[in-house]
């Protein structure tokens, strides 16, 4: 299972389709102090980042995989811009 | 190449040959003005389409030159052979870069120089006569204007080129401010973009993925992202999402990236020559803020390693501001300081401007600033990069004018130094460019007319060029065509047995699941035969000014002969028509201009007599109409009386006197049609030869079109023809008469009745049937069609057709489904038999006669 719902931490594996991005959504908005596991996800499709970046939850492990380099940029800076 | 440039370039060759032809039209002959217009408005289109595309150099060249023919067209400067010779140069540069551009070889680097070389040539002789006249080129722009425009200044001595800067702006203004250093720290590559991507709202719901999209972009070298906020009512499966990126790769490889998202989407290209200028003084501000001494001494020197070391150092060493560590991430990737560089471009324009040390040598005097700019400027002409790149022999030669006249105040070494590097660079200048252009690639300029002659000549240039006109045309027998064209129908036929296969499976196999195979296979054999037929019968259009070429010589020959004056107007030229069927129209075409010319147009006499002007005039129409082309002839001639018709018509007993009393003007008008009907009452030796409007009439109708007729006395008459676009297939109604199939073309049809044979009544000898209201006479298929007539049934199965005499009612046995065939003329002994139109061959093999409605009713 990509999408692994738990009860403080949503764990994301390998690649996540657009389906799950409405349970995740759903899950964060459940109650707050929810955090995401990123560790060994992949990739994605655009809408899941874009549940991540727009609701900013708590981002427990940063994903290890290094073409989702760029994630972790803009979820750790301010100014959004990402350099290659 | 994209569809839209494509389609820019194709449009832009017509206009550039228009102009050409224009310009050619001028110097052969004496009046110009109305040339001029043309021209200029072929310039313009050129220009205003050209800004679509990022191609500078070529909107600007386009722009001078229609400021010359502006100002030409208004007098306001005289044209000489000079200026024409000039702007059939210009047409042939902008007719050269297409060819790269189709070839997407293009590069602007090169094209910039000759471009603003020959604008300024242009503007020269708009200047000459009238030094008023400002123009885009002309206005002032950022100091921080590309160093190559400063640069080809001072070699072709003129104002600066167009803008280029506004991209730049656009890329400074969406990132951050140490973005652009961070940029150029990462890159040496000239070719870098900048897109603007804004994914739509529902994107997602067309299986977009914008994130991915971005991430694979060829050669991306940092982007920004903007997304909202959620919160509980956003929608997650609306993209909100937008993007600014930047990347080295070709504009091309963008588009072809993109090509999926078009108009989600603005890409441009960005100068890193541009926005290196554009940032020097931050990364000199960076410097002095810095204000690390080893870093200073090592640029006093100018020492590239030792600034590249320092900079390393001071990199890993301290906490750093995002823009001090930008720059020094810039110069530690062994970039060049730009600050004193920039300056001496910047100053050199200004102080060589004002001091007009470009166009005279009258200096007095020199101060210890302009001995500093020419020592910069030996710097430059000494660096290996400014060196390869710029290859101006003109700088080279004006630095060691100046420098040989103030020797005094450098000293000796330092002009020794500079003649070895002016050495080099004239030989770099000089060398054939066919030698160092592998190593400069993209980078080359070259300002030298000699150079561009040398490359433009080039022959791998040449062998692109006549690739070019390879792929571009490709000229095929008729024969093989038509061949071609055959198989498709016999591929059609083939293709609609497959239903009755389905059939037969059905009922004689018993199985139903073969049959929907088979059917589900006919669907996919039938979009695949439709669409290779659609294909073939577009390579067979051609425009209609084939035909039409040959009409103003046949006008003016007649004219003459007949000593009348005409002018033949044509348009709508680029129509296009079925091959074959243009060539059936010829025939009639000249008849109906001979028609037109000796019957319709009057003697110039009499002419203005009436208050016309002098020359009658033809109008050659052909428009396209959905499937079909309406082609009109109009004349403003004398018109057609109707009353004399009628009476004609009455004295030849083509009407009855009932008829000639009752008739109205319209009616009497299509009497024309009648077959033996001239009115002149001499026959000529042009048109009334007996042969008459009726043969005309039927040679369109043979083609499958119509043929109508308006007129006005004393002003003018219409023929219109309404003709289809092709000869295609057509689509037919199938119905079943004594076991025999027939068909009718399904435009004919009406609607399809079945009614109890009691309705049916006779009135005068005449079976007729009362629809809505409507009296419609019936004619029975089988007696007309000579077969025997059976005992009758209780219902009538009636097929309600229109004719030109009006709606009638055909009496078959049974109806059919409509079907798509391609209808064979009927050939040797059956060709004289007019009731059918021709045949046609049925999937199972059966052949169905198609019935010719009109004559069929009127045996009937």
């Given at each position: ?84 | ?295 200073l001494i090592a640029i006093e020197d100018g020492e590239l390693e030792q600034i590249q070391s320092v900079a390393e150092l001071l990199q890993t060493s301290g906490n750093h501001d995002p ?228 009409y103003p010589r046949l006008v003016r020959d007649l004219a003459r002969k007949l000593n009348k004056k005409i002018e033949l107007v044509m348009s709508g030229e680029d129509t296009e028509f ?283």
């Amino acid at each position: 299972m990509p999408l692994v719902l738990k009860k403080k931490v949503a764990v994301l594996r390998g690649h996540c389709e657009i389906e799950d991005a409405e349970s995740l959504f759903n899950w964060l908005q459940e109650s707050s102090g929810r955090s995401l596991n990123l560790k060994e996800l992949t990739s994605a499709h655009t809408a899941i980042y874009q549940v991540i970046l727009g609701f900013q939850p708590t981002i427990s492990i940063m994903p290890e995989d290094t073409s989702l380099f760029w994630l972790k940029e803009l979820l750790t800076h301010d100014s959004k811009e990402v350099w290659l | 190449m994209s569809e839209l440039l494509d389609v820019f370039i194709n449009e832009s060759r017509e206009n550039l040959e228009s102009a050409s032809r224009g310009l050619l039209t001028i110097q052969s002959s004496s009046s110009h003005n109305g040339i001029i217009d043309g021209i200029f408005r072929d310039i313009h289109t050129i220009k205003g389409s050209s800004d679509l595309f990022d191609i500078k150099p070529l909107t600007a060249l386009a722009h001078a030159a229609e400021d010359l023919l502006d100002c030409l067209r208004a007098s306001e400067v005289v044209y000489t052979e000079e200026i024409g010779d000039l702007l059939l140069e210009v047409l042939d540069q902008i007719s050269s870069w297409f060819d790269e551009l189709e070839l997407g070889t293009e590069n602007m680097n090169e094209w910039k120089p000759v471009s603003v070389k020959l604008s300024d040539s242009l503007r020269a002789f708009i200047n000459a006569d009238n030094p008023k006249v400002t123009s885009y080129e002309e206005q002032p722009h950022p100091v921080s204007s590309s160093s190559e425009n400063v640069i080809g200044n001072i070699a072709s001595e003129s104002p600066g080129a167009g803008p280029f800067t506004s991209t730049i702006g656009t890329f400074t203004s969406k990132f951050s401010s140490s973005s652009a250093i961070i940029l150029l720290a990462k890159t040496q590559s000239e070719n870098l973009y900048l897109i603007d991507y804004q994914p739509d709202h529902d994107c997602f719901f067309r299986g977009e993925d914008p994130f991915n999209v971005l991430i694979t972009m060829p050669g991306l070298l940092g982007f920004k992202a903007a997304f909202p906020l959620l919160t509980s009512e956003s929608d997650i499966y609306e993209s909100a999402l937008s993007f600014v990126a930047i990347g080295e790769a070709d504009i091309s490889e963008i588009d072809s990236h993109m090509a999926y998202y078009e108009g989600q989407y603005h890409v441009s290209h960005i100068s890193r020559r541009e926005l290196a200028l554009s940032c020097a003084a931050e990364i000199r501000d960076a410097v002095e803020k810095l204000a690390n001494e080893s870093l200073l001494i090592a640029i006093e020197d100018g020492e590239l390693e030792q600034i590249q070391s320092v900079a390393e150092l001071l990199q890993t060493s301290g906490n750093h501001d995002p823009m001090t560590n930008a720059v020094l991430c810039y110069l530690a990737k062994g970039n060049e300081y730009p600050a004193n560089s920039t300056q001496a471009h910047m100053q050199g324009s200004v102080k060589l401007e004002s001091l007009q040390l470009t166009d005279n040598k009258h200096v007095k005097s020199v101060s210890l600033y302009e001995v500093e700019l020419l020592q910069q400027q030996r710097k430059l002409l000494d660096a290996e990069y400014y060196n390869r790149e710029l290859m101006l022999p003109s700088v080279a030669n004006l630095t060691q004018q100046l420098l040989c006249r103030f020797a005094i105040e450098c000293d000796l070494t330092c002009e020794e130094s500079i003649r070895n590097a002016i050495d080099r660079a004239l030989s770099v200048a000089s060398t054939p460019l066919e030698n160092s252009q592998p190593e400069n690639d993209s980078n080359s300029i070259d300002v030298d007319s000699h150079n561009r002659h040398a490359s433009s000549n080039s022959p791998a240039e040449e062998g692109a060029k006549s690739e070019r006109h390879v792929v571009k045309m490709l000229k095929v027998d008729q024969e093989k065509i038509d061949y071609l064209m055959d198989i498709v129908g016999e591929l059609a036929v083939a293709k609609n047995s497959l239903p009755y296969l389905a059939k037969q499976a059905e009922k004689e196999g018993g199985s139903k699941a073969l049959s929907k195979q088979i059917k589900s296979h006919f669907s996919i054999v039938n979009r695949l035969t439709e669409s290779l037929q659609s294909a073939v019968l577009q390579i067979r259009m051609v425009p209609v000014s084939h035909v039409f070429e040959r009409y103003p010589r046949l006008v003016r020959d007649l004219a003459r002969k007949l000593n009348k004056k005409i002018e033949l107007v044509m348009s709508g030229e680029d129509t296009e028509f079925d091959k074959n069927l243009i060539e059936s129209l010829s025939e009639p075409l000249i008849h109906l201009l001979r028609n037109s010319i000796d019957h319709g147009i009057e003697l110039p006499d009499l002419r203005i007599q009436q208050g016309k002007a002098e020359k009658g005039r033809i109008d050659l129409i052909a428009t396209p109409l959905d499937d079909s082309v309406v082609i009109e002839i109009r004349d403003d001639g004398k018109g057609i009386d109707p009353e004399k018709l009628k009476m004609l018509a009455f004295q030849k007993g083509i009407i009855t006197e009932h008829q000639l009393e009752t008739m109205n003007d319209e009616d009497a008008l299509q009497l024309i049609f009648a077959p033996g009907f001239s009115t002149n009452e001499e026959v000529s030796d042009l048109s009334g030869r007996g042969v008459g409007m009726d043969a005309v009439r039927t040679m369109v109708n043979q083609a499958g079109g119509k043929i109508e007729m308006s007129s006005e006395l004393g002003i003018g008459t219409t023929f219109k023809l309404l003709l289809p676009q092709t000869m295609s297939v057509n689509h037919v109604m199938m119905f079943e008469v004594a076991d025999q199939m027939f068909a009718v073309s399904m435009d004919a049809v009406v609607e399809t009745v079945k009614v109890h044979r009691s309705e049916i009544q006779r009135i005068r000898n005449q079976n007729v049937l009362v629809i809505r209201d409507k009296l419609i006479p019936l004619c029975e298929l089988r007696s007309a069609l000579g077969f025997e007539n059976q005992e009758k049934g209780e219902e009538c199965s009636i097929l309600i057709v229109t004719s030109p005499t009006g709606e009638h009612g055909l009496v078959i046995d049974k109806f059919h489904e409509g079907i798509d065939v391609i209808q064979k003329p009927l050939e040797g002994v059956l060709s004289g038999y007019s009731h059918f139109s021709g045949t046609a061959l049925l999937g199972d093999g059966r052949v169905l006669l198609i019935v010719n409605i009109q004559e069929i009713l009127a045996c009937h």
